[in-house]
């Protein structure tokens, strides 16, 4: 939950709200702060209203490409469609990305086995304690997924959510987008959570994959436009 003043009295500023499946994602001058589940169906909205002490307010509508992506009706491969780059394979469970820049999104897919207990994606360091910036845990016997941080080899504290949209013996894809504050992580093609940075993302090397998986796959291309950044456009 994002909290604070959001704005000085006199100051121009921006929000933009992205409209997903499940969920209205809310950044604020260019900045992810939160998510809102839906509570009525988003697509009987017809009408937008600002209220309060604001002057010269503009309504910008776009549409933007690749958050949530749906990427099991496009498995299984060959055939890719949307800007995306060529498939990033994995090397006993580890792919190599270099270093991640905001915007980069990361699309797993695979199927989970039918016996499945956990498994896993990390996004790693190369440094000598194997740093992981960012933990996903699919446990299926407690029916969580778990994000949390290691630097050190210590753990942090782990985030925890339930139920996980996925099930044994079915294909699964994961969509991780990195943004300026957090990661944005969408399950089969619909948003599930975000975990903010606790460790700065650029330094990510590898990305490892392991559990009870098989056939995963990785691509990786840019989502543009969310957050937006409005405000050095306003004052041109």
Not at 25 to 49: K, Q
Not at 51 to 59: H, R
Not at 89 to 103: K, S, T
Request: some cysteine.
């Amino acid at each position: 939950m994002w909290c604070g003043t959001p704005e000085h009295v006199g100051e121009r500023f921006a929000v933009q709200v992205l409209v997903t499946q499940n969920c209205y994602l809310i950044s604020f001058n260019g900045h992810h702060v939160d998510h809102y589940t839906h509570r009525h169906p988003y697509d009987t909205v017809r009408f937008l209203e600002v209220d309060g002490d604001l002057e010269d307010v503009l309504i910008h509508r776009s549409e933007v490409r690749g958050y949530p992506h749906r990427f099991l009706e496009l498995a299984p491969p060959p055939h890719v469609q949307y800007d995306i780059q060529p498939m990033l394979y994995f090397a006993d469970n580890v792919a190599e990305v270099g270093p991640l820049c905001e915007a980069d999104s990361f699309l797993f897919s695979g199927r989970i086995d039918g016996r499945c207990q956990e498994f896993e994606i990390s996004f790693l360091y190369e440094n000598e304690t194997r740093d992981v910036p960012l933990h996903i845990k699919f446990q299926f016997k407690k029916n969580h997924l778990i994000r949390n941080s290691r630097a050190r080899k210590s753990w942090n504290r782990e985030e925890i959510s339930s139920p996980i949209p996925v099930h044994r013996g079915e294909r699964f894809a994961v969509q991780v987008l990195v943004t300026s504050d957090c990661y944005l992580i969408a399950i089969n093609g619909q948003h599930y959570a975000h975990y903010v940075h606790r460790m700065p993302f650029d330094a990510v090397a590898v990305i490892e994959v392991k559990g009870g998986v098989q056939d995963v796959q990785m691509h990786r291309n840019t989502v543009r436009d969310y957050p937006q950044s409005t405000l050095q456009r306003q004052r041109l």
